[in-house]
Structure formats: C-alpha cells, structure tokens
C-alpha cells in the first residue's frame, strides 16, 4: 500500500514539475519562434513584469518590447510599435495546444494564428482554426449584397484575441480603420462587427 501511495506522489510531483505556464512557454520557445528577442532578453521581461515594472527591453531591430498582460495560460506581448503576439496555451484532447496570435497594424489591426505542440513543433492550422471567408462576415444583409460588398472591399482586416479565461477566440472587424469612413458607413450595415468560437478541446468552431 505504502508503495502504491508513493507511486502516485511521485507521478503527481511529476507532473507539476513538467507543468509549463504560459510564461515558461515564452522564454522556452525556440529563437525562430521570436527572432526580435533571444530568450535572455525574453527571461528578463517575464521578470520585470511579475516585478511590476514597465521596464521595455531592447529587440533585434534596436526597438522595444514590452509584455502587456500575463496569466498561467496567455502572455501578450507588444513586439514592436506596431505589431504584437498572444500566447495561449489551450487544453487538447490529445494533450495541451500552443496558440500563436500575430497582429500588425496595416493601420486597421490584422491578425493570424498559428499552432504548436508543447515542444514547439508546428502543427497545421487548418486542423484547429479556418479562417472566416465573407460567408461568415457578411450579415442578412450583406449576403444580398455580395457583390457590391467584395467589389469594394478587396479583403478583411481582424484582429484575433483568445480569452485565457474561456478559451474563446473573438475576431473583431477592424475595416472601419483602413477605409473612407463613407465608404464603411455605407458598408457598415452589411458586415458583422465581430465572430466569435469556441474552442472544442479539438479546434475551435463557430459559437452558435
């Protein structure tokens, strides 16, 4: 019996120790991963941030990046003056998922997103996320008007941001940042301001 309960604290104890946060992710990732900071830098702005300071740090371009948000499961990073990632650790089916968001301003905010295993391999997007077409941003009345709708606007601008805290991935319309307010006013009616989905412990799907 005493074997047993030891068994069982030594696979607990196991466990614990090869738990990795969202922020042992970030410093673990490999340089290709984040070639603007090298993990050194990437270890001091985890701790600068639990410290409580704002502190930026230098990157490769001679700029600044500083962490803006942080919690066992994400970690958001502003990389430059225009450009930013979120890390997000989701739970699999099959074992924990790393979500990789990208944004840029283009001025409007576009993101894309990316997929890993907890060794930092790449797995395919496709699997876990396929990205809205007009289909899915045109509202009623949008989709009667179509036409007119993708003869003006030649593609979609969105920004992901994954909620640690549910794990549900919400794309916001970021149209009105790039085009002719006019323009956007008139289209405004026919676009839907934001999507959302939830993730499924196997992708994330649309939430009904």
Same mark, same amino acid.
């Given at each position: 019996m005493k074997k047993y309960l030891l068994a069982i604290a030594i696979g607990a104890a196991s466990l614990t120790a090869t738990a990795q946060s969202a922020a042992d992710l970030f410093t673990s990732a490999p340089q290709n991963i984040f070639p603007l900071l090298d993990r050194n830098t990437r270890l001091d702005m985890v701790d600068y941030f639990k410290n409580g300071m704002t502190t930026p740090s230098q990157n490769q371009l001679d700029g600044r990046s500083a962490i803006t948000e942080m919690t066992p499961e994400s970690i958001t990073v502003k990389m430059t003056?225009?450009?930013?990632?979120?890390? +997000?650790?989701?739970?699999g089916s099959k074992g924990n998922i790393i979500a990789l968001i990208s944004t840029v301003a283009t001025p409007g905010l576009d993101s894309n997103i990316r997929f890993y295993d907890p060794d930092w391999k790449p797995l395919p997007t496709e699997t876990y996320f396929t990205k809205p077409g007009w289909k899915e941003w045109l509202t009623e009345s949008g989709s009667k008007n179509e036409a007119n709708v993708?003869?003006? +606007?030649?593609?979609m601008l969105a920004s992901y941001r994954i909620d640690p805290s549910t794990s549900t991935l919400t794309l916001t319309n970021n149209l009105d940042k790039f085009l002719d307010k006019a323009l956007y006013d008139d289209l405004s009616s026919d676009l839907k301001p934001s999507l959302t989905y939830e993730w499924t412990g196997k992708g994330f799907k649309v939430k009904k």
């Amino acid at each position: 019996m005493k074997k047993y309960l030891l068994a069982i604290a030594i696979g607990a104890a196991s466990l614990t120790a090869t738990a990795q946060s969202a922020a042992d992710l970030f410093t673990s990732a490999p340089q290709n991963i984040f070639p603007l900071l090298d993990r050194n830098t990437r270890l001091d702005m985890v701790d600068y941030f639990k410290n409580g300071m704002t502190t930026p740090s230098q990157n490769q371009l001679d700029g600044r990046s500083a962490i803006t948000e942080m919690t066992p499961e994400s970690i958001t990073v502003k990389m430059t003056d225009s450009s930013a990632i979120q890390l +997000v650790e989701l739970k699999g089916s099959k074992g924990n998922i790393i979500a990789l968001i990208s944004t840029v301003a283009t001025p409007g905010l576009d993101s894309n997103i990316r997929f890993y295993d907890p060794d930092w391999k790449p797995l395919p997007t496709e699997t876990y996320f396929t990205k809205p077409g007009w289909k899915e941003w045109l509202t009623e009345s949008g989709s009667k008007n179509e036409a007119n709708v993708t003869m003006q +606007v030649p593609f979609m601008l969105a920004s992901y941001r994954i909620d640690p805290s549910t794990s549900t991935l919400t794309l916001t319309n970021n149209l009105d940042k790039f085009l002719d307010k006019a323009l956007y006013d008139d289209l405004s009616s026919d676009l839907k301001p934001s999507l959302t989905y939830e993730w499924t412990g196997k992708g994330f799907k649309v939430k009904k």
